[in-house]
């Protein structure tokens, strides 16, 4: 195992020097979301004893799993070049055993979830009066970081398509997502319930301690390294030909 990480690393310090700007245009892109969410969220905090706005609990659900994204070159060229099926043929050419390339997979998306949560929350928070006058920094703390268990659960089929699909295929699937999520939302809404709302209520209730912001952690992190344990079971006979 500890070779496996060892060789993990390598793989991700590797991501990262190969392209020098994929954490400013990262991080540029997640100000992006940030500054056009910040809005929509800081009004629904202002009535958020009066009325849940169903398209917050949508761009919340759906921009959950880009926080875990590192924007480079092969993230852009997906479609036209296939690009992460080149990566993988690359990495069977190579001497690096299976599990590392899955391993470093999780890494690069706990690293990119780690800075771009800071980023693209922090950016909201300080956008957001209505939202500060509700929420405490540590009842945020506990707000952002059960988004990003929500994240984690949604990463998991990321990491299946972009190894088991090719590249018109992984934007089909990722088209699809949309009117899912859409749906679910409307949904949830029809029958009197709101994600935001209810991730809101239980941070500014428990703060840190909140039950939901642990059970979001927990079952999202189970659910990407299962999603992952599969992605290496089954890419083991992909043909990349």
Request: hydrophobic fraction near 50%; include cysteine.
């Amino acid at each position: 195992m500890q070779q496996v990480f060892h060789n993990a690393m390598k793989i991700v310090k590797k991501d990262f020097a190969s392209d020098k700007f994929q954490l400013i245009w990262t991080i540029l892109f997640m100000l992006y979301l940030g500054l056009s969410t910040s809005f929509v969220i800081n009004v629904q905090f202002e009535h958020l004893e009066e009325y849940n706005n169903p398209f917050v609990d949508f761009i919340m659900v759906l921009f959950a799993p880009f926080v875990g994204f590192v924007f480079n070159r092969r993230s852009f060229k997906y479609l036209n070049e296939d690009s992460y099926t080149r990566m993988l043929y690359f990495y069977r050419s190579i001497p690096v055993p299976a599990s590392a390339i899955f391993v470093s997979r999780i890494i690069n998306s706990l690293i990119a979830f780690a800075i771009n949560s800071i980023v693209f929350y922090g950016f909201i928070y300080a956008m957001g009066n209505h939202l500060r006058s509700a929420m405490a920094i540590p009842e945020y703390i506990a707000f952002m970081l059960t988004w990003v268990g929500v994240g984690f659960l949604l990463t998991g089929p990321y990491i299946y398509w972009e190894n088991m699909c090719s590249g018109k295929v992984y934007l089909r699937n990722t088209a699809l997502l949309n009117p899912l999520i859409a749906g679910s939302v409307a949904v949830l809404s029809l029958l009197g319930y709101s994600i935001f709302e209810f991730v809101a209520d239980a941070a500014m209730k428990w703060g840190l301690l909140s039950p939901v912001m642990w059970g979001s952690l927990i079952a999202g992190l189970a659910s990407m390294m299962l999603m992952s344990k599969l992605t290496y079971i089954r890419q083991q006979t992909r043909d990349l030909s």
